[in-house]
């Protein structure tokens, strides 16, 4: 029987996961561990996408393959390393598949930009973590194995742990303790909130004339970090937590002896300026609209409560 396939289960794969079983679709969701969300549609499967062969009798009758595997570490070498050739292999491998793949995609490859963030802006960042980036838009425009990448900005919303507005800000503001910030608390700054990044991956994979097109995922308008902050506490009928930054500078100084460090602050510049993503023509495109940021908002939030709580 034809199903999707999803790699991985972090916030973006079980997402795509749990979205496509709600519609009825059935889906084989794949990670190293076999772990991920529980649904009657879904069948956990345990492999290594990246190893060569692997994928093939998961992809047998698939429709679309959604991609949403990250790197065992937040930095550059580990990026090449690890995700160039897992996502050579997975193209091959769908290709003989007769599959689409869609991946989720970020910003990095844009670079630094002044103004906001259109489709039409060169994606050409040649180092770092960002020219990881390019070097794999290049090899999905490269492969004959059709493609679609959805990007997004920086992530909120159930299931996001690592993200600026995840773990490093939610639990802080519903225990009332002061929060500090990367860059500036007053810079507009673009968020997307991971229910509509999926559902725009899932459209994309069905529609033919969107496959080899490169999207922004339904994002909602710019605002402060101070005034995502702000809602996030008012959802949470909490008050407003005492406020400070951490400015870029002091990042690069630690990251000169700190590692994981020196990788945040690479991409410190987003928060340091308006860092504004434009999704209009996409959303176009794709006949979606970002949920109502007070949807999102209170969405995320009782996702946060009871997990704290359980």
Not at 19 to 32: F, K, S
Request: proline share 8%; hydrophobic share 45%.
């Amino acid at each position: 029987m034809s199903h999707h396939v999803v790699t991985g289960a972090g916030p973006v794969g079980s997402t795509v996961a749990l979205q496509l079983a709600d519609q009825g679709e059935r889906v084989v969701l794949v990670t190293r561990s076999g772990s991920g969300p529980e649904h009657p549609l879904i069948d956990r499967r345990r492999a290594d996408v990246g190893r060569p062969g692997a994928p093939d009798g998961l992809l047998e009758d698939a429709l679309a393959v959604h991609h949403c595997v990250h790197a065992s570490r937040y930095d550059a070498r580990t990026w090449r390393a690890e995700l160039i050739p897992t996502e050579r292999t997975l193209l091959e491998a769908a290709g003989r598949a007769g599959a689409v793949v869609v991946f989720p995609e970020s910003l990095y490859a844009y670079g630094r930009v002044t103004g906001p963030i259109t489709e039409d802006l060169p994606r050409a960042a040649t180092t770092g973590k960002p020219g990881v980036r390019t070097e794999l838009l290049r090899a999905r425009a490269a492969s004959s194995t059709p493609t679609v990448s959805v990007a997004a900005s920086d992530f909120f919303g159930p299931r996001v742990l690592t993200s600026h507005a995840g773990e490093r800000m939610l639990p802080t503001i519903l225990a009332g303790r002061t929060l500090r910030v990367v860059g500036s608390l007053d810079q507009p700054h673009s968020f997307t909130y991971v229910p509509d990044l999926a559902a725009a991956m899932i459209r994309a994979a069905a529609d033919p004339s969107l496959h080899g097109s490169f999207l922004h995922a339904p994002t909602a308008p710019a605002l402060t970090q101070r005034a995502l902050v702000a809602a996030l506490a008012a959802a949470a009928g909490v008050p407003v937590p005492r406020l400070g930054t951490i400015p870029a500078g002091l990042l690069r100084a630690v990251g000169l002896v700190h590692r994981d460090t020196r990788e945040l602050a690479e991409l410190s510049y987003q928060f340091t300026a308006p860092f504004v993503l434009d999704s209009a023509r996409s959303e176009e495109r794709l006949g979606l609209r970002p949920t109502p940021f007070d949807a999102a908002v209170r969405e995320t939030v009782a996702w946060w409560r009871a997990r704290l709580s359980a």
